[in-house]
C-alpha cells in the first residue's frame, strides 16, 4: 500500500498504526485487525501526515507548532499514545527507539505570512 510519504513520514505513519493497534487490542479486544472507531482514527492519522506542511522535516507531534488534529481526534489519540506509549518498548522496540531519537529533532521555524 503506498501512502505517497516519504520515509520519515511513512515510518511515523507505521509507528502510529503500531500503537493504535496496540491500544486497539488491549482496549477494544481486538483479534489482530482495528475497529471502525480506530481504523478511522489511524485514517485520519495518515491523511494528516499526507498533508502535514513541514514533509520530511516534520517533528514529532509533540514539539510541532502546528496542531492538525481536530480537537476530539486529538484527545482519541492522546488516549491511544498514553494506553500505548509505555507498552510499545516491549511489543515495538524498534519503533519506540526510532521515535524517541526523532524526538530530538527541533521543529523547523515557522514561516510568517506576509
Keep these: 500500500m503506498s501512502t505517497g510519504l516519504g520515509p520519515r513520514a511513512e515510518r511515523e505513519r507505521r509507528t502510529v498504526a ?3 493497534g496496540v491500544y486497539c487490542r488491549g482496549r ?3 483479534d489482530g485487525s ?3 472507531d480506530c481504523q478511522g482514527l489511524l485514517d485520519f492519522a495518515t491523511f494528516r501526515l499526507q498533508r502535514c506542511p513541514h514533509g520530511e522535516a516534520k517533528p514529532t ?3 510541532c507548532p502546528i496542531h492538525c488534529y481536530k480537537p476530539d481526534r ?3 489519540i492522546r488516549d491511544v499514545m ?3 506509549g509505555p507498552r510499545m518498548l516491549l511489543r515495538h522496540p524498534w519503533f519506540t527507539l ?3 531519537i526523532d524526538g ?3 521543529a523547523p521555524p515557522r514561516e510568517r505570512r506576509a
Design 18 to 20: 503500531k500503537m493504535i
Design 104 to 106: 530530538f529533532k527541533d
Design 34 to 36: 482495528l475497529c471502525a
Design 82 to 84: 498514553r494506553y500505548a
Design 74 to 76: 486529538r484527545a482519541q
Design 61 to 63: 507531534c509533540a514539539k
Design 98 to 100: 526510532r521515535h524517541w
Design 28 to 30: 477494544h479486544g481486538g
